[in-house]
């Protein structure tokens, strides 16, 4: 290709693509079946060059050094021509084929060419096989390079997987959206729960499909990605916050949430739930996170399967045992009046609730006591709280259709949900560009010096003030993307060292590029100062 990047090329179908064939048709999707994974094919995938995003970082009524504006922006032409292109590369529909037991099919060889002013690159031709170095440059990075956290180890494990799942899925959502149009939504930073349910309330579900165009009232910045991603950022802390007495948490020393049995206190709650579905939906289909953590159980609900009694080990640590001492220790001469009901309180009044009909006449004994156990998880998890899973499930799958995510369990739906909390800042490190600067800059061992010195909020925070989200994607940070666009291709990380800026500016977000402008400053201590200024005081998009 012109900017360097070495592409394939099928001769069978006459496209063109930039993954390695070889890598896919070694990895199969479903093993269970055999099933060979799809065929990725090339597309066009052109960037508007109108104009670019930038944090208006508008300060306090005191600013800081005189100055109100602090962000600016390059124009959208000028930072394309200087980072990789986004990746067209768009899945086909699987088409299952059923194979023999034995050794995997042929992979087709490959035979490489050489064009007048191009690097290599590689073309199918069934005859010969010519390997080179250059296919080794685009193979999958090593898994321990991925970044995670304790939670999240067993989900790395089986993150080649799950990666393959999640194409299938992208894949699946461009074919729904439309090709043409925009999902517009104003809002007040102000005002964004509401001014958002308003506005998506009153979209249809085709609109909701459409590339997302967000705009902060009275803010100029257009959205390539970084509004929407910050819009969903400030929009998810508002909707999930208990405050609003929709969703409660689980527990007191970890702030997991769950749907609240007493919303109904607001009595258009359940609209309101249907618009939380509306909108987790919105961040799935566009790729984008929601900043904010549910339990285990509620993805589990959310794909309509069964909670079992271990499901509640983490939700709620002294009920699981409970329920776990019942089922492994006899209670038929322990318990002489445990009987089918459940005594609670809801708004301070004490009620009894039956879990079958005629339960408060049934003793709970050796036979029965698993149906009890499973009674009482399932009132434990679903109490008072039907409806609004159910129009939150009516409002989610409008927008993300059911049979699209069969093939994930739970944990996997909440990585796609929330991404990663955990920044890993080796990753970080590994997949940032440097633009007019180096690695031996002092402006660059400043800058990760900065972010070791942080703790995981902090760093959270500078992700979040950079790229407008705070969430890492399943990938790392080399799955990083820029446009809102279902295909959108990665836009890594970057450092822009710029000189015209005065060594006193504070740091400038293009966050539809994923990219910090710094100045050349003075001193670690200047710089380190100027980055937490800019993350904690600043907010705003504007355009140059």
Request: net charge negative; hydrophobic share 30%.
């Amino acid at each position: 290709a012109p900017n360097g990047r070495p592409y394939f090329v099928d001769h069978n179908t006459k496209t063109t693509q930039f993954k390695d064939p070889r890598v896919e048709q070694l990895t199969p999707i479903v093993p269970e079946s055999r099933t060979l994974p799809a065929t990725y094919v090339t597309t066009t995938n052109s960037q508007s060059s109108a104009g670019s995003l930038g944090r208006n970082s508008t300060l306090g009524s005191n600013g800081h050094d005189g100055r109100g504006s602090i962000n600016s922006i390059d124009t959208c032409s000028t930072l394309s021509s200087n980072l990789p292109p986004p990746s067209p590369l768009t899945p086909a529909p699987m088409v299952p084929t059923t194979t023999s037991p034995g050794p995997p099919p042929a992979v087709p060889p490959l035979e490489q060419a050489e064009r007048d002013n191009d690097p290599a690159h590689f073309a199918f031709s069934g005859e010969e096989q010519c390997p080179s170095e250059n296919a080794a440059a685009i193979l999958p990075r090593p898994l321990n390079q991925i970044p995670t956290s304790e939670e999240q180890m067993a989900m790395i494990r089986n993150k080649r997987g799950l990666v393959q799942k999640l194409k299938i899925l992208r894949s699946e959502l461009a074919k729904l959206q439309t090709p043409s149009g925009y999902c517009r939504i104003e809002v007040t930073r102000e005002d964004v729960f509401e001014d958002s349910y308003r506005e998506v309330m009153n979209l249809r579900v085709r609109d909701l499909r459409k590339r997302l165009m967000i705009k902060f009232r009275g803010e100029e910045g257009l959205d390539y990605g970084g509004v929407a991603r910050e819009w969903l950022y400030l929009l998810s802390h508002e909707m999930l916050n208990p405050y609003y007495g929709l969703f409660q948490y689980s527990r007191e020393d970890i702030y997991t949430l769950e749907v609240s049995p007493n919303s109904s206190i607001n009595p258009d709650h359940i609209s309101y739930f249907y618009f939380v579905g509306r909108i987790v939906g919105m961040a799935i289909f566009h790729g984008h996170y929601i900043d904010a953590g549910f339990t285990l159980p509620f993805y589990k609900q959310l794909l309509g399967r069964k909670c079992t009694v271990e499901d509640m080990e983490n939700v709620d640590p002294a009920f699981y045992k409970s329920m776990k001492w019942i089922l492994e220790n006899d209670v038929s001469s322990i318990f002489d009046d445990l009987t089918f009901t459940i005594d609670h309180e809801s708004f301070g009044r004490h009620c009894e609730y039956e879990l079958l009909p005629g339960g408060k006449e049934q003793r709970v004994t050796e036979t029965n006591k698993k149906e009890y156990v499973d009674l009482y998880v399932d009132w434990r998890l679903k109490n008072g709280t039907e409806q609004q899973t159910s129009a939150l499930q009516k409002g989610f799958y409008e927008v993300v259709p059911r049979h699209l995510l069969s093939a994930f369990d739970e944990k996997e739906l909440e990585l796609i949900v929330c991404g990663l909390g955990h920044v890993d800042v080796e990753d970080w490190r590994a997949n940032t560009r440097l633009k007019g600067c180096n690695s031996d800059s002092n402006i660059v061992k400043w800058f990760w010096q900065v972010v070791e010195e942080m703790d995981n909020e902090k760093r959270a925070r500078l992700l979040q003030f950079v790229t407008g989200s705070s969430r890492v994607p399943i990938s790392g940070f080399s799955g990083l993307r820029g446009s809102s666009t279902v295909n959108s291709g990665p836009r890594p990380f970057t450092i822009h060292l710029v000189n015209s800026m005065s060594s006193g500016s504070l740091p400038k977000a293009m966050t539809c590029f994923n990219r910090l402008d710094l100045p050349e400053y003075e001193s670690f201590t200047v710089m380190r100062n100027k980055i937490i200024t800019a993350i904690e005081e600043t907010m705003g998009f504007n355009v140059e």
